[in-house]
Antibody, heavy 122, light 107 residues
Framework: EVQLVQSGGGLVQPGGSRRLSCQAS????????MHWVRQAPGKGLVWVSR????????NYADSVKGRFTISRDNAKDTLYLQMNSLRAEDTAVYFC???????????????WGHGTLVIVSS | DIQMTQSPSSLSASEGDRVTITCQAS??????LNWYQQKPGKPPKLLIY???NLETGVPSRFSGSGSGTDFTFTISSLQPEDIATYYC?????????FGGGTKVEIE
């Protein structure tokens, strides 16, 4: 089965840290850009970060810049999101997603993880 | 950041009805727009890419159109399994931004 298996969510205190993982199974991700997207409870989708295929280029939403770090280990087919200095407003389901982009300029997030819930609360 | 304004935020329609959702970008994004469907407790699922291209395996009752700043997503004949929230998403510029979502219900 083609899937992105996520782990690492849970309850964390404000100011704390958490690392999320997203491991590919049955699909190739090593040659693709990968993204993190989050969704606060009952709210819409918000883009968080992306990383290129070899990990040399990253981008972040302003709301997480300097606190979150995206990385990957292609030998393990795994994407990570290290989240530091967590705030209550970071509470959300975090999804990883694979980016498909072709020479025609067509972009889409074509495979998504099931999501993992991070709750920031004391 | 490019703002994506989606409307309506929710709608209720009967099975078999034609349903239309609009998405307006705060600036010209050409046809750099995708549509996703999200059911409760599930991740988003890509339906339409590049404004009007149907993703493989997606039923043909779903369609998209538009370019520039104004886009439309249509379900030609609403089915019970289409109950979900739908999001537009632009990829013309980072940060990627999504519309606020349209929750579709059956009357």
């Amino acid at each position: 089965e083609v899937q992105l298996v996520q782990s690492g969510g849970g309850l964390v205190q404000p100011g704390g840290s958490r690392r999320l993982s997203c491991q590919a199974s049955g699909l190739t991700v090593s040659s693709y850009w990968m993204h993190w997207v989050r969704q606060a409870p009952g709210k819409g989708l918000v883009w968080v970060s992306r990383i290129n295929s070899d990990g040399s280029s990253t981008n972040y939403a302003d709301s997480v810049k300097g606190r979150f770090t995206i990385s990957r280990d292609n030998a393990k087919d795994t994407l990570y999101l290290q989240m530091n200095s967590l705030r209550a407003e970071d509470t959300a389901v975090y999804f990883c997603a694979r980016e498909y982009y072709n020479d025609y300029g067509e972009f889409r997030l074509d495979h998504w993880g099931h999501g993992t819930l991070v709750i920031v609360s004391s | 950041d490019i703002q994506m304004t989606q409307s309506p935020s929710s709608l209720s329609a009967s099975e078999g009805d034609r349903v239309t959702i609009t998405c307006q970008a705060s600036q010209d994004i050409s046809n750099d727009l995708n549509w996703y469907q999200q059911k409760p407790g599930k991740p988003p699922k890509l339906l339409i890419y590049d404004a009007s291209n149907l993703e493989t395996g997606v039923p043909s009752r779903f369609s998209g159109s538009g370019s520039g700043t104004d886009f439309t997503f249509t379900i030609s004949s609403l089915q019970p399994e289409d109950i979900a929230t739908y999001y537009c998403q632009q990829y013309d510029y980072l940060p990627l931004t999504f519309g606020g979502g349209t929750k579709v219900e059956i009357e």
